[in-house]
């Protein structure tokens, strides 16, 4: 075991000098840092919320928002499919949680029930999204299956976690923190974001647009005014307190849009201007052909920005919304657009702001607890075991510079829970060495010699370090598994930690040992 082999050599002087330059764009000033030569490493430990400040917010999807948004798209299914199928009904309505109609011919019952079969998917393992239900006078209704709810709250909030990743990205803040908490709720962390008021305007909003045709036949006086099933009334953003009435059918929406910035108009006002995909811009220019003379809705968030007279054919794809905004607001929405719509409208329930000085208080105490915790196990492992202690040390400094080197490398968000894990590590990398120094005396006192006593020591404490480490991996896996933020922080560091531990403890101080060896043909060992 203690032999010198030239591969063990070179892989701990490999670590030593990974660990060193990974670990050193972490101390260097900015200016050195950017000086750098390209080939050496650049990258940095992010600091997590609680070590730099920040924001964090907790969200959750509005279920109901979503329920009544599908609830629409169903209830346009159902009126196509009973159109093709030349069925007449009455009275359809999306309310309380269901889609109803009356057909006026009762002779139309199975026909109807078999063109409303088509409508809504199907849910793997769970059958059909939807449960159609009548009576003998030819009322029907269309509900939502609870699975069908379930599957569509999952799927919108692993959209959101995508979406507002896109969105906080834009803002330029570095490696926010974005999961899931529960069945319908995103927590979010935003490290060196101070303001949380301005990822909620980002966040927040849903940026659903769609360019809708009105319905220039019907004029809505207020919110109550009765419109046709295929129309809707929204609130005119250009007019406060008026109401336009557009078509339900979506012409043309967001999710065709690949590019949105902020511009001027000819008369220098701020606008957004965007680009549509292929298939955007053919639909865009063939409805604006077909409806040259009227108006067309452009509509975020169930609001009409605007309500322009088609005058011309819009062909190519390219467009301008136009508005009361500013620069800000302007840029602030073709961020959003960039991003991509929310699936469901989300409801703030929780923020807190960490302050950049709290942050740098964390930073000075995690630093002075693990400076503490190296002094303390320095000073034991040297007192217990003088010249292998000095060893066992050597390897703690080794084992600190690959996990920092590692850490660094993937750009790990470092917690304070993290520096938690890194002050165990050591503990766990000397609990390693005392094994092997307590095995190492044993054989000594046994009667071996110096150099088979020692040798002894690493082969016969090599299992139970195995097994101690082993049983610390699981636990870190399981953590960082089911774990989440802080928790995760601690586990990433821990399972790192143990890792390095085991191949510092044994290989490191192992070699240190073998050249103590060559060097003084010792008779005895300096721990017996």
């Known amino acids: 075991m203690l032999e010198l082999s030239r591969w063990k050599i ?27 030569p390209g080939f050496l490493p650049h990258q940095r430990l992010n600091l997590g919320l609680d070590l730099q400040g920040g924001s964090s917010l907790l969200y959750e999807v509005d279920t109901d928002a979503l329920k009544k948004e599908r609830l629409g798209d169903l209830q346009e299914e159902a009126s196509q499919e009973l159109h093709d199928a030349q069925i007449q009904f009455s009275g359809l309505t999306a309310t309380s949680g269901v ?9 139309q019952i199975d026909a109807a029930q078999t063109a409303l079969a088509k409508v809504g998917g199907t849910i793997a393992g769970s059958g059909r999204e939807v449960l159609v239900t009548h009576d003998a006078v030819g009322n029907f209704q269309i509900a939502l299956t609870p699975a069908a709810i379930q599957q569509g709250v999952r799927n919108a909030v692993a959209q959101s976690i995508e979406i507002i990743r896109r969105r906080i990205d834009l803002l330029g803040t570095k490696e926010p923190d974005i999961r899931q908490q529960g069945a319908d709720r995103i927590a979010i962390e935003a490290p060196g974001e101070s303001d949380p008021q301005k990822l909620k305007d980002v966040i927040g909003q849903t940026a659903k647009l769609t360019f809708q045709m009105v319905d220039e036949s019907v004029q809505a006086q207020d919110a109550t005014t009765i419109v046709p099933p295929d129309d ?11 109401f336009i009435v557009v078509k339900r059918r979506v012409s043309v929406d967001g999710g065709m849009l690949t590019h949105a910035q902020q511009s001027f108009d000819q008369n220098n006002a701020p606008v957004v201007a965007f680009r549509l995909n292929g298939a955007g811009s053919h639909r865009f220019g063939q409805v604006t052909t077909e409806n040259v003379g009227h108006r067309f809705a452009i509509i975020l ?34 961020l959003l657009l960039n991003s991509g719509a929310l699936p469901a409208p989300l409801k703030a329930i929780e923020q807190n702001t960490v302050g950049a000085d709290l942050g740098a208080d964390a930073v000075r105490a995690g630093v002075t607890g693990l400076a503490i915790g190296a002094v303390l196990i320095f000073a034991f492992i040297i007192l217990a075991y003088g010249l292998f202690g000095i060893f066992a040390a050597i390897a703690l400094v080794v084992n600190l510079l690959m996990m920092f080197g590692v850490l660094s490398m993937t750009q790990a968000t470092l917690t304070l829970p993290g520096i938690a894990g890194l002050i165990l590590t050591m503990a766990v990398a000397v609990d390693a060495n005392v094994l092997i120094y307590e095995r190492m005396r044993d054989e000594a006192n046994s009667g071996r010699p110096a150099m088979a006593a020692a040798d002894a020591g690493y082969r016969r404490a090599l299992t139970s370090i195995f097994d101690a ?18 928790v995760k922080g601690f586990a990433w560091t821990l399972s790192i930690g143990v890792i390095t531990s085991v191949f510092s403890a044994v290989l490191v101080t192992q070699l240190l040992i073998g050249w103590w060896f060559r060097m003084t043909r010792a008779k005895t060992l300096p721990i017996a």
């Open 10 to 36: 070179a892989v701990v002087l490999a670590s030593v000098i990974f660990g060193i330059l990974f670990s050193l764009p972490n101390v260097l000033p900015d200016q050195v840092l950017a000086q750098w």
């Open 99 to 107: 889609v109803a109609l009356k057909l006026t011919d009762l002779t």
């Open 301 to 334: 968030d169930n609001k009409v920005i605007e309500a322009p007279v088609i005058e011309s054919p819009i062909i190519g794809g390219q467009g301008q919304i136009s508005g009361n905004f500013t620069v800000d607001s302007a840029n602030q929405l073709a």
């Open 469 to 486: 480490n082993v049983t610390t991996m699981i636990s870190a896996l399981i953590m960082f598994s089911f774990g989440a933020g802080p």
């Open 232 to 242: 809707q009334a929204l609130p005119d953003e250009e007019h406060k307190g008026a």
